[in-house]
């Protein structure tokens, strides 16, 4: 079992930067991939990045690719989402998850077993 709380969230303007942080509780953190979604209003949540377990391999949305780094630190068991040149399409609810089998290659929400509370993400243009 994991408990993940998000942080960082905030109102920014096209182009800025914000970084999301993601702290997990609950031992093992290196045995989870972890992944970032997003749900912008009225839409459904979508993938936006995510992190094998050793944190060797990434993967990302096309739609943010080149912009939004995810990172994540094994000891201090947090996962971090560093957003640059942020765009108004950006805006939405934030999701950090975890999950403790498959691979961080597949990108669907239903295979992660546990999810945080979300942080809101909002880019004025």
């Known amino acids: 079992q994991v408990q993940l709380v998000e942080s960082g969230g905030g109102l920014v303007q096209a182009g800025d930067s914000l970084r999301l942080s993601c702290a997990a509780s609950?031992?093992?953190?290196?045995?989870?991939?972890m992944g970032w979604f997003r749900q912008a209003p009225g839409k459904e949540r979508e993938f936006v990045a995510a992190?094998?377990?050793?944190?060797?391999?990434?993967y990302y949305a096309d739609s943010v690719k080149g912009r939004f780094t995810i990172s994540r630190d094994n000891a201090e068991n947090t996962v971090h989402l560093q957003m640059n040149s942020l765009k108004p399409e950006d805006t939405a609810v934030y999701y950090c998850?975890?999950?403790?089998?498959?691979?961080?290659?597949?990108?669907?929400?239903?295979?992660?077993?546990?999810w945080g509370q979300g942080t809101q993400v909002t880019v004025s243009s």
């Open positions: 992190i094998s377990r050793i944190g060797g391999n990434t």
């Open positions: 609950g031992r093992s953190f290196s045995m989870y991939v």
């Open positions: 998850a975890a999950r403790s089998s498959g691979l961080a290659s597949s990108r669907t929400a239903y295979e992660y077993d546990y």
